[in-house]
């Protein structure tokens, strides 16, 4: 059956030449990955930032952290090729290999991938405290969780609510958090025009890419 994988493509555009990393078909797979990503999430996210309704503009931050947060999970999986995350990060995953069987460690991959969000690379505890307090506080629950906050106001990223303990809290400045994450979208678009480029494991990011499409357009 064909389906759409982007606004302008469909399941028969992502061609079986994706699997040569050297392939020219890889101006069109990289054009697909973008679309995708910017027709159906960042474009209607930009809408809402630059929105001339207040009531949106100012009330819009749980709505936009939510669709980050799984694109955060979404672009791990293209990094490594995965269909879901539980492929790697789950405990009924019976593969020995994988040591760390939690959905949380698939933000400290991400994070540890990027270059920029440095606010999350000082302490792992900030990574795993932003796992269960705002994307599992607002994927299930609708709302960030315990004394963790959302807003523009902050001058950084990532502020702490007890400087001593990052457990205690996060204040994320979801604009700033927001750039960081169209940021990393944009290299790894970037990266996938280099048919060597490496995944923080060594793996090649244009064969765990398609891995990941062919998957998707089954």
């Known amino acids: 059956m064909t389906k759409k994988i982007s606004e302008k493509h469909s399941t028969t ?3 079986s ?4 990393i050297n392939s020219d078909s ?4 990289i054009e697909i990955i ?4 910017e027709s159906r999430y960042l474009i209607p996210i930009e809408q809402l930032i630059n929105s001339t309704d207040k009531v949106v503009k100012y009330n819009c931050g749980f709505l936009i ?4 947060s799984l694109l955060i999970e979404t672009l791990n999986q293209f990094y490594l090729g995965l ?4 492929e790697k990060y789950s405990n009924r995953n019976k593969n020995k290999t994988y040591k760390d069987k939690e959905n949380k460690f698939v933000f400290r991959d991400f994070f540890k991938h990027s270059s920029f969000f440095p606010d999350f690379k000082t302490d792992e505890k900030v990574i795993f405290t932003f796992y269960k307090e705002i994307r599992c506080g607002l994927l299930h629950q609708a709302e960030s969780k315990t004394n963790s906050l959302i807003n523009i106001r902050e001058s950084k990223m990532v502020t702490l609510i007890d400087n001593s303990n990052p457990e205690k809290g996060l204040i994320i400045n979801r604009r700033l958090f927001h750039k960081a994450l169209v940021d990393e979208f944009n290299k790894y678009l970037k990266d996938l025009e280099d048919p ?3 995944n923080i494991f060594g793996e090649n990011l244009r064969e765990k890419c398609n891995r990941k499409m ?4 089954k």
Do not use: E, H, P
């Open 13 to 15: 555009d992502w061609t």
């Open 65 to 68: 952290m939510s669709i980050d």
């Open 83 to 86: 269909y879901n995350s539980d």
């Open 34 to 37: 973008r679309t995708r990503f």
């Open 26 to 29: 890889w101006v069109k797979g």
């Open 17 to 20: 030449d994706l699997a040569d």
């Open 214 to 217: 062919q998957d998707l357009c």
């Open 196 to 198: 060597t480029s490496k």
